[in-house]
DNA sequence: CCGGTGATATCCT
DNA sequence: GGATATCACCGGC
C-alpha cells in the first residue's frame, strides 16, 4: 500500500492512521503508530495557518508535499504536521497522538514528565517532543531512510471516528463544517482534552454577556468533546 | 481548575 | 519602530 501525499488533508488524514513515523536522531530513533490527526485545508480553511497567506512560518505548509511543519506554540511546546496536498497548495494533516512502538527508552528520556507508556505521544506537543521533533525540523523533506520518513499502515483500522478539532476557535471549530479530526476508537493514546476555559469579552470593562444558552453539544464525539471557545 | 511561556500576526504610531 | 491579542498545549494542583 502507498500512500499518496499530493492529495487534500481531508483525504490523507484518515489513511495516517495506523501509520508509522519514524524518526532518527544521534541518540536513536522513535518510531510511532499514529491513532489521531487532524486535516488543516490551507485556504479555503479558517482554522489552517495557512488561511491568510503565506508568512516566513508557515512557508513550508506552502512548499510541495512530502515535508514536515512544526510550529511552536503555547510558549513552549512544538506541534508536527505533515504537508499535503496537490502543488500550490497548503494542506496539511497535525499529528495529534500515537503509540511509540521503538525506542521506548528514548522516548521515555525525553518525556520524564510521563507517568505511563500512553502519555509519551498523547497529544501533538508530546508527541512531537517523545520524536525528538522541533522549529528545526520544519521544512525537513520526508524520505525512506531519512531523519524522518512515515510509512504507510500495515493494515488499515478497523474503525475511524471524526469529530470537531481540538483548540480551534472561531468558524473553523465548527463542529457541523469542519469534523475534520481522525482517529481509532478504543486507542488508550487518544488525547482527551479538558474543554478550554471560555475566552474573556473581547471589550475590556463590559461585563461579559452570558453566551448563548443551550449552543449544540458536539454531536458525534463520545467522551471526548473538544473545545469550542470564541464566538 | 489554573498559570507558564514566547513566537507570530496584526494593529498602531 | 512598538503595543496588544492570540495561540493545532501541558502539567500540576
Same mark, same amino acid.
Given at each position: 500500500m502507498t500512500l499518496d501525499l499530493h492529495r487534500c488533508a481531508l483525504e490523507v488524514a484518515p489513511d495516517l492512521l495506523g501509520a508509522l513515523v519514524v524518526v532518527r536522531g544521534p541518540e536513536g530513533e522513535v518510531a510511532v503508530r499514529l491513532t489521531e490527526v487532524e486535516a488543516y485545508e490551507g485556504a479555503?480553511?479558517?482554522?489552517?495557518?495557512a488561511y491568510r497567506g503565506p508568512t516566513p512560518r508557515t512557508a513550508p505548509m506552502f512548499a510541495p508535499a512530502g515535508r514536515l511543519y512544526v510550529y511552536f506554540t503555547y510558549g513552549m511546546h512544538w506541534c508536527a504536521n505533515v504537508v499535503c496536498g496537490p502543488d500550490g497548495t497548503a494542506s496539511a494533516v497535525l499529528l495529534r497522538a500515537g503509540e511509540v512502538v521503538t525506542g521506548l527508552e528514548l522516548a521515555r528520556s525525553r518525556r520524564?514528565?510521563? *507517568?505511563? /507508556? !500512553? /502519555?509519551?505521544? *498523547?497529544g501533538p506537543a508530546r508527541l512531537a517532543q517523545a520524536l525528538g521533533l522541533?522549529?528545526?525540523?520544519?521544512d525537513l523533506v520526508l524520505r525512506r531512510g531519512g531523519r524522518a520518513e512515515v510509512r504507510p499502515p500495515v493494515a488499515a483500522p478497523a474503525e475511524i471516528r471524526t469529530g470537531p478539532r481540538v483548540? !480551534?476557535?472561531?468558524?473553523?471549530?465548527?463542529p457541523g463544517e469542519f469534523p475534520w479530526r481522525f482517529w481509532i476508537p478504543g486507542?488508550?493514546?487518544v488525547s482527551t482534552y479538558r474543554p478550554g476555559k471560555a475566552r474573556a469579552p *473581547?471589550?475590556?470593562?463590559?461585563?461579559g454577556a452570558p453566551r448563548?444558552?443551550?449552543?449544540?453539544?458536539?454531536?458525534?464525539v463520545p467522551g471526548t468533546p473538544a473545545r469550542h471557545t470564541g464566538t
Open positions: 479555503r480553511d479558517p482554522g489552517s495557518h520524564p514528565a510521563a *507517568r505511563r /507508556d !500512553v /502519555d509519551l505521544g *498523547r522541533t522549529g528545526a525540523d520544519s483548540g !480551534v476557535a472561531g468558524p473553523g471549530g465548527d486507542e488508550p493514546t *473581547r471589550v475590556p470593562g463590559t461585563p448563548t444558552p443551550g449552543a449544540p453539544r458536539t454531536p458525534d
